[in-house]
C-alpha cells in the first residue's frame, strides 16, 4: 500500500494512494489518528487499512488536497554518508576524508517538509541536493541482527537530503548544515515493506530543472539497509517513526568542477522507482 498524508480544506488525514486518487481513512480516524499510531499498530493496524480501502468507495481527487510529509515527526531522522562508492570517490576529491565505519549524522526532525513544499535557502550560500531512500522503521529494535533487519521495516519514501554546504563544515557532525527548516522533505507517501520487498533494486534519480544531476540504483549500496539498522540498534534503539536516510548516489552540486549550488526559481525533483517523486522549488532566502 502505498499511505499518504493529506490537507483537504484545512483539515488533516490519512489515506491510501490508489490510481491517482486518495481512498481516506475516515472510518479509522478515532482509532488510529495519525500515521504514526498506523505504524507503531503494526500488522493489526495495516490489516484494517486494507480492510478500510477494500471495501471504500469513497475517493478523493489528488489535486483537490495538499499531500503532507507522510509521518508528521519521527523521534530520529538519521542520514548516513558516503553510502554510494562514485559518491565516496566525488567526496574525496572535494576533500573528505573516506570513512572507515559507517558514517552517521543526525537531521533534526524540524527539517521535514512536505514532497511538494518549497525549500528555503535561509542564510546558506552552498545549497545542495541529495536523493535518497528512506526507511521508517516499525518497530523498537536493539541489536537486531541483518538476517532479522527487515522485520523491523513498516516502509520506504523518497528524501531529498538537502544540504548546507557551507555550514555543514561548521561542525564534523554536518548536523548543522543538514537541519536547516525545510531541508528535509519527504513523500510522496510510504510505501509499505510488503508493497517492496527487496529495497536493495530501486533506481532513484535527482533532476534540477530537468537535468538529470544524480542517477543510480540501490544496488550500488556499500551498507545494505539491513546492515545500517543492526549497525544503528547496535548502540541504540530504533523505535517506530523513526526516519533512516540510506545514503546518495554521485553527482551532488558540491562535487561538481566548478560546484553548483541551487538558488531562487531552481526546482529539484527526486524520484525513486515504485514510490513515487517529490518536488520542491527553492524560494527567495529570508
Given at each position: 500500500m502505498k499511505l499518504v498524508r493529506f490537507d483537504k480544506a484545512g483539515t488533516v488525514g490519512l489515506g491510501v494512494l490508489d490510481n491517482g486518487s486518495i481512498i481516506p481513512l475516515t472510518a479509522l480516524k478515532e482509532r488510529y489518528p495519525t500515521m504514526l499510531s498506523v505504524i507503531e499498530g503494526g500488522d493489526a493496524a495495516l490489516d484494517e487499512v486494507r480492510a478500510?480501502?477494500?471495501?471504500?468507495?469513497?475517493?478523493?481527487?489528488?489535486?483537490?488536497?495538499?499531500?503532507?510529509?507522510?509521518?508528521?515527526?519521527?523521534?530520529k531522522y538519521l542520514a548516513i554518508g558516503m553510502n554510494y562508492r562514485k559518491h565516496v570517490e566525488e567526496a574525496i576529491r572535494a576533500g573528505v576524508a573516506e570513512p572507515t565505519h559507517q558514517y552517521w549524522f543526525n537531521k533534526q526532525t524540524t527539517c521535514i517538509?512536505?514532497?511538494?513544499?518549497?525549500?528555503?535557502?535561509?542564510?546558506?550560500?552552498?545549497?545542495?541536493?541529495?536523493?535518497?531512500?528512506?526507511?521508517?522503521?516499525?518497530?523498537?529494535?536493539?541489536?537486531?541482527?541483518?538476517?532479522?533487519?527487515?522485520?523491523?521495516?513498516?516502509g520506504y519514501t523518497v528524501a531529498n537530503d538537502v544540504s548546507a554546504r557551507d555550514w555543514q563544515k561548521h561542525s564534523p557532525t554536518f548536523t548543522v548544515g543538514k537541519s536547516f527548516d525545510t531541508h528535509g522533505p519527504i513523500g510522496p507517501c510510504i510505501v509499505t515493506a510488503d508493497e517492496i520487498g527487496d529495497p536493495h533494486r530501486l533506481g532513484l534519480?535527482?533532476?534540477?530543472?530537468?537535468?538529470?544531476?544524480?542517477?543510480?540504483?540501490t544496488s550500488e549500496l556499500i551498507h545494505s539497509v539491513w546492515s545500517q539498522i543492526a549497525y544503528l540498534s547496535t548502540a541504540f534503539t530504533l523505535?517506530?517513526?523513526?526516519?533512516?536516510?540510506?545514503?546518495?548516489?554521485?553527482?551532488?552540486?558540491?562535487?561538481?568542477?566548478?560546484p553548483l549550488f541551487l538558488h531562487e526559481g531552481d526546482v529539484v525533483r527526486c524520484e525513486i522507482d515504485e514510490i513515487g517523486a517529490i518536488e520542491n522549488k527553492v524560494t527567495a532566502a529570508r
Amino acid at each position: 500500500m502505498k499511505l499518504v498524508r493529506f490537507d483537504k480544506a484545512g483539515t488533516v488525514g490519512l489515506g491510501v494512494l490508489d490510481n491517482g486518487s486518495i481512498i481516506p481513512l475516515t472510518a479509522l480516524k478515532e482509532r488510529y489518528p495519525t500515521m504514526l499510531s498506523v505504524i507503531e499498530g503494526g500488522d493489526a493496524a495495516l490489516d484494517e487499512v486494507r480492510a478500510v480501502a477494500a471495501r471504500s468507495e469513497a475517493r478523493i481527487a489528488l489535486d483537490s488536497v495538499k499531500l503532507l510529509a507522510p509521518i508528521e515527526r519521527p523521534g530520529k531522522y538519521l542520514a548516513i554518508g558516503m553510502n554510494y562508492r562514485k559518491h565516496v570517490e566525488e567526496a574525496i576529491r572535494a576533500g573528505v576524508a573516506e570513512p572507515t565505519h559507517q558514517y552517521w549524522f543526525n537531521k533534526q526532525t524540524t527539517c521535514i517538509s512536505g514532497p511538494f513544499d518549497d525549500i528555503d535557502p535561509g542564510v546558506t550560500e552552498k545549497l545542495d541536493w541529495e536523493v535518497e531512500l528512506a526507511v521508517v522503521i516499525g518497530r523498537k529494535a536493539k541489536s537486531v541482527s541483518e538476517a532479522e533487519a527487515p522485520d523491523y521495516v513498516f516502509g520506504y519514501t523518497v528524501a531529498n537530503d538537502v544540504s548546507a554546504r557551507d555550514w555543514q563544515k561548521h561542525s564534523p557532525t554536518f548536523t548543522v548544515g543538514k537541519s536547516f527548516d525545510t531541508h528535509g522533505p519527504i513523500g510522496p507517501c510510504i510505501v509499505t515493506a510488503d508493497e517492496i520487498g527487496d529495497p536493495h533494486r530501486l533506481g532513484l534519480r535527482c533532476i534540477v530543472n530537468g537535468v538529470t544531476r544524480q542517477e543510480g540504483n540501490t544496488s550500488e549500496l556499500i551498507h545494505s539497509v539491513w546492515s545500517q539498522i543492526a549497525y544503528l540498534s547496535t548502540a541504540f534503539t530504533l523505535e517506530p517513526g523513526d526516519l533512516l536516510a540510506t545514503g546518495t548516489p554521485h553527482g551532488v552540486g558540491n562535487a561538481m568542477t566548478p560546484p553548483l549550488f541551487l538558488h531562487e526559481g531552481d526546482v529539484v525533483r527526486c524520484e525513486i522507482d515504485e514510490i513515487g517523486a517529490i518536488e520542491n522549488k527553492v524560494t527567495a532566502a529570508r
